[in-house]
Each structure stands twice: as C-alpha cells, then as structure tokens.
C-alpha cells in the first residue's frame, strides 16, 4: 500500500511540476493529462495578481473627507454600556447561583477529597470560606460607596 501511495504522490508531484513549467512558457503544447490540466488552472491562478480591494483613490478621499470635519456614519451603533453592564451583572449573578447549586447538590462528592488534599478539616474549610466571602463582600461594598461618593460630588 505505501507503494501504490508513493506512485500517487509521484504522479501529483510530475503533473505539479509539468503544469508549472507550461504556464511560464505560454508557447509549450499543453498536456491532456487531466491532472496538468487541473494543476495548470491553479499554476495560473497563483501567478495572476489579486486585484485591490480599494479604489486607486481612495487614501485621497479619506484625506479629503478629514479635512472637510466629514463623519462618515459606522455600519453599526456603538453598543450602550450601560446595557452592558447590567447584562454583566446578570451573567456573574446567575453564574453565582449556578455555582451555589452545584456546589450544595455535588458538594459532598468533591468537597471531601479537597478537603483531604489540602489537609483541612470541615470547620477551618468553612472559616475560610467565611474569611473569603469577607474579603469580596467588603471590597464589593467599597468599590460600592466610591462609586456613590464619585456620583454625588459631579452633581
């Protein structure tokens, strides 16, 4: 079987190299073989340059339009941050809740092995979960109260 493959890929790589060498020379008598022919319709698509995609002019447009102050409008609106940012608050609640799920239906199945590896029992694992939820909770509350004051003094 590696024979016959080796033939094949012998094959391809003399009709490659045959339809390459006829379209540098447009004057050699093309082959019939339908594999040159294949390969010359490729060998003359490679050689043809692509056309450009903007007009010859175009750089000269844009500079025109900048200097006049025109806006040319975008294919699409900016998206609305605020959407975004409730959108966000959302997802990471709704990922919370799903965490929280998991964790109190699979919890038992997981939480021991950890608990081992780490070697902690139940309550230093609970305390600092506790201390964790802590931390994000006050820093939550922070970013809270700085936001707030910022908003109350650009008033």
Partial sequence: M????????????????????????????????????????LSHALRTPMDDALPADF???????AQAGIVVDAPFEAPDPILE??????????????????????????LPPILGLLHLDSAVAVNWAMAL?????????????????GSTHAA
């Avoid at 080796?6 to 390459?20: H, K, M, P, S, V």
């Avoid at 959108?87 to 964790?103: D, N, Q």
Wanted: with cysteine; glycine share 6%.
């Fill in 59 to 65: 750089a000269a447009n844009v500079a025109r339009l």
């Fill in 2 to 41: 590696n024979n016959h493959h080796d033939e094949f890929d012998e094959r391809e790589w003399l009709a490659q190299e045959r339809a390459r060498l006829e379209a540098r020379n447009p004057g050699a008598t093309p082959a019939d073989d339908p594999m040159v022919a294949r390969y010359r319709k």
């Fill in 85 to 110: 940012r409730k959108l966000t608050g959302v997802f990471v609640g709704l990922f919370a809740v799903a965490a929280v799920v998991v964790a109190a239906m699979y919890g038992s199945q997981w």
């Fill in 133 to 149: 939820a802590a931390c994000v909770g006050a820093t939550w509350a922070t970013e809270q109260l700085r936001r707030h004051k």
